[in-house]
């Protein structure tokens, strides 16, 4: 009962909005195998991430981190940007 499990789920996705004030929309992709024919699939899902210095773009590679709650909505943090955007 006194275990500190403080390992965080993390996700690698691109920035695909960048139009709130400290936050970002971030796309996070990952292949599925469909349960009857097997071909692969890309499924999508969008997560808003807490950005506190506004420092992602459009097109950045980023990892972002669970956390508790920041809004409705927000439940994630940018950790590092990976890869600048063009």
């Not at 695909?16 to 796309?27: G, Y």
């Not at 097997?38 to 459009?58: H, R, W």
Request: glycine share 4%.
């Amino acid at each position: 009962m006194s275990e500190n499990n403080t390992s965080r789920k993390t996700r690698t996705g691109s920035v695909v909005s960048d139009r709130m004030e400290k936050s970002v929309v971030v796309r996070v992709e990952r292949k599925v195998r469909h349960k009857l024919y097997g071909k692969f699939m890309k499924t999508s899902v969008k997560y808003l991430a807490d950005d506190p210095e506004n420092q992602c773009n459009i097109g950045d590679v980023v990892l972002i981190e669970e956390c508790r709650p920041l809004s409705k909505r927000k439940r994630w943090r940018v950790k590092t940007i990976l890869e600048q955007a063009v």
